[in-house]
């Protein structure tokens, strides 16, 4: 990662947090923010709601306070911008995260695609292609989708 990046996390994310974060992880908060706003943008409009579950998400997640959120998602876009792919956030996700952590990331990305209570076939395909790049069985990816949707309807 881009020593500017670093050095981003370093003096607005992690000085406001009780114990200094490693750098692993700074990345991989980075790399499931830069895939939840990708999601957002997989059917070419971006709702508030959509933009509010991300923030959502990263907070649960991370335990992040909202004014790291507000920078991660700063962050994660201006890596969105200068990426030709999702591989990078990916393969780090893949080779750091375990399966649990992994379908997490899966149920995520669903909440993001049923946000705005409109999910699209590029939102489906996008978390379809994620989920194979993150070596998630289809029959997890299922699972999760089936645990957001329930989640919905209560």
């Known amino acids: 990662m881009l020593k500017s990046l670093r050095e981003f996390f370093d003096q607005r994310i992690a000085a406001r947090t009780d114990k200094p974060q490693r ?13 939840l706003i990708e999601m957002t943008r997989a059917d070419r ?3 508030d709601d959509e933009q ?7 907070r649960e997640v ?3 306070d909202e004014t790291q959120t ?5 962050l994660a876009e201006q890596e969105l911008g200068g990426s030709a792919s999702l591989f990078e956030f990916t393969h780090l996700i893949d080779k750091s995260f375990d399966v649990e952590r992994k379908i997490q990331v899966i149920e ?3 909440r993001v695609a049923y946000a705005d209570s409109c ?3 590029h939102e489906e395909h996008l978390v379809r292609k994620i989920a194979d790049l993150l070596h998630v ?6 699972q999760a989708r089936l645990r957001v949707e329930q989640g919905l309807a209560r």
Not at 23 to 35: G, R, S, Y
Not at 70 to 74: A, G, N, S, T
């Open 70 to 74: 507000r920078d991660l998602v700063y």
């Open 62 to 64: 991370f335990a992040l």
């Open 45 to 47: 409009t971006v709702s």
């Open 119 to 121: 999910k699209s076939h």
């Open 23 to 35: 750098a692993e992880e700074q990345e991989l908060q980075l790399a499931a923010a830069a895939l």
């Open 137 to 142: 069985p289809h029959t997890a990816f299922i």
């Open 52 to 58: 509010r579950v991300v923030d959502e998400a990263l």
């Open 108 to 110: 995520m990305l669903w």
